[in-house]
């Protein structure tokens, strides 16, 4: 973990100047191999669809009682 942070402010701190502060520091970040590209942009799903799927998720057996059986 040390390591991690090490790297990750090494390239936020390093000399280089060049385009906006946001830019740099991606630059620096990518450099230094700790920067996650951004993946496709999704859309939020439906708001009467999450709200089945939420309303769906709240029936059944709770979780406490499946960690409860899986204790015994």
Known sequence: MDEF???V???ATGPESAGTEAERI???L??????????PW???PD???????????G???PLSELVARGRE
């Open 5 to 7: 942070i090490t790297s």
């Open 30 to 39: 990518a450099r230094a191999g700790v920067l996650v590209e951004r993946g």
């Open 26 to 28: 991606r630059e620096r």
């Open 9 to 11: 402010l090494g390239a």
């Open 42 to 44: 999704h859309r939020r």
């Open 59 to 61: 029936r059944g057996t």
């Open 47 to 57: 708001a009467e669809a999450a709200g089945r799927a939420r309303r769906a998720a």
